[in-house]
């Protein structure tokens, strides 16, 4: 099977949502998925969700769990390089054929990996490696080289009358 780059970006809801149950439909099909979360640090519903289909789905987490504004720090930058050596590695031994770098456009925004080191990734991924990238802000470097891409538009949204992220829903 050949494997294509996917991107889900904007500003809307839904990026990890689309990433999330497409590894539930591979994992379905019987595919292996490796999910690298670049901004997230904690037990969020989905890793709960996902721990149960533990034998077909990894999903590490490469962030600190904190919002980011400005430069980051020095254990940020660790983490997100950690990260990166593991999807390069993951992706040198070719056993996954589904590959997820959630929030990795948001990583490069911020400068916690280098739009390069990404856009490396994508053009030496094998083959057969579905390549899935998640996050607002996708660069036009990445959209361009990219099979696919989804924008999530914002039109309305329940957190501007005041209401926060809600466990099972949004976290």
Do not use: W
Request: proline residues 1%; aromatic residues 6%.
């Amino acid at each position: 099977m050949k494997g294509y780059v996917q991107v889900y970006t904007g500003n809307g809801k839904g990026k990890t949502t689309a990433a999330l149950g497409l590894s539930i439909r591979a994992a379905g099909a019987g595919l292996n998925v490796f999910i690298a979360q670049f901004l997230k640090m904690g037990d969020y519903s989905e890793i709960t969700a996902l721990k149960r289909f533990s034998d077909l789905i990894t999903i590490e987490q490469y962030g600190l769990g904190k919002f980011i504004k400005g430069k980051p720090s020095d254990e940020d930058m660790d983490a997100a390089q950690k990260g990166l050596k593991r999807i390069k590695d993951i992706l040198s031994v070719n056993e996954h054929q589904v590959v997820i770098l959630e929030e990795a456009n948001v990583a490069v925004s911020c400068g916690l990996i280098q739009k390069d080191d990404l856009l490396n990734i994508i053009k030496t991924k094998p083959e057969n490696v579905e390549l899935v990238i998640t996050g607002r802000g996708a660069i036009s470097e990445i959209i361009e080289i990219a099979d696919l891409v989804t924008e999530m538009k914002e039109i309305k949204h329940y957190y501007q009358k005041g209401v926060r992220a809600r466990v099972g829903i949004e976290k």
